[in-house]
Nanobody, 121 residues
Framework: QVQLIESGGGLVQAGGSLRLSCATS??????TAWFRQTPGKEREFVAA???????FTADSVKGRFTISRDNTKNTVYLQMNSLKSEDTAVYYC?????????????????WGQGTQVTVSS
C-alpha cells in the first residue's frame, strides 16, 4: 500500500516562505504532483515533477513556487516563496506510476492526507 505523508504546512505572513515535503513509501514514483484545495472549490493543480527531473508549474504560482525531488529520500518538496493570501489552502501530494503531463487530479492514483497552509495578510 502506497503511503504519502505531507508535512511543512502552517501559518505564515504574506510575503513569507514555506517548504512542503511529501515522503512516499517504496520506490520513487515517475510522477509526483502538488495540488491545493479551498472549501467549495475543485482541487487545483500546483506543480508536478517527473522522475527524470522534468517539472511543470501552474501559471498562478510560476516564479514563486518550485518543485524538486530527492530520490534518495523518496521525498518531493514544494518551496513556496512570496506567499499571498490566495495561496491559503490544503495542499495535497499525489503520485502516479505513469509519466503524466496532465494537470487533472482525476488522473493521479495515490493521495496524501493534505497539509494546511494559511497565509495571513
Amino acid at each position: 500500500q502506497v503511503q504519502l505523508i505531507e508535512s511543512g504546512g502552517g501559518l505564515v505572513q504574506a510575503g513569507g516562505s514555506l517548504r512542503l515535503s511529501c515522503a512516499t513509501s517504496g520506490r520513487p514514483f515517475p510522477t509526483t504532483a502538488w495540488f491545493r484545495q479551498t472549501p467549495g472549490k475543485e482541487r487545483e493543480f500546483v506543480a508536478a515533477i517527473w522522475s527524470t527531473g522534468y517539472t511543470f508549474t501552474a501559471d498562478s504560482v510560476k516564479g514563486r513556487f518550485t518543485i524538486s525531488r530527492d530520490n534518495t529520500k523518496n521525498t518531493v518538496y514544494l518551496q513556496m516563496n512570496s506567499l499571498k493570501s490566495e495561496d491559503t489552502a490544503v495542499y495535497y501530494c499525489a503520485t502516479d506510476p505513469r509519466l503524466l503531463g496532465t494537470r487533472s487530479p482525476r488522473e493521479y492514483q495515490n493521495w496524501g492526507q493534505g497539509t494546511q497552509v494559511t497565509v495571513s495578510s
